[in-house]
C-alpha cells in the first residue's frame, strides 16, 4: 500500500485545499441536517402530544410539497381507481 506522501502527490496543494474544504462543508451540513432531523421530531412529538395524528400530519406536510395540480391529478386518478372496485 502506498504511504500518504505519494497520495498527497497525486492532488497539488490548491487541489488538496479546494477538496478539503469541500469534505469540511460538506460534514457541517450533514451536521445541521441531523440537529434539524431533531427538530422535526421534536415537533412531531409535540404535536402527538396536543392530540394530533402524527401519521396524517406527516401526510399533510407531503402533499402541501407538491404542486397542486398534480396532486388534485394524483387524486382524481386514485378516486376513479376506488370507483372502479367498488370502493368509493
Do not use: P
Not at 15 to 32: D, G
Amino acid at each position: 500500500m502506498a504511504d500518504d506522501a505519494s497520495h498527497s502527490d497525486i492532488l497539488n496543494q490548491a487541489a488538496q485545499t479546494q477538496l478539503k474544504s469541500i469534505i469540511e462543508r460538506i460534514e457541517r451540513l450533514e451536521q445541521e441536517k441531523s440537529e434539524v432531523a431533531e427538530q422535526i421530531k421534536e415537533v412531531f412529538a409535540e404535536a402527538k402530544g396536543n392530540g394530533f395524528d402524527v401519521k396524517i400530519l406527516r401526510k399533510v406536510v407531503r402533499l402541501r410539497k407538491q404542486d397542486r395540480a398534480k396532486r388534485m391529478e394524483v387524486e382524481a386518478i386514485l378516486d376513479l381507481y376506488l370507483a372502479a372496485i367498488g370502493e368509493i
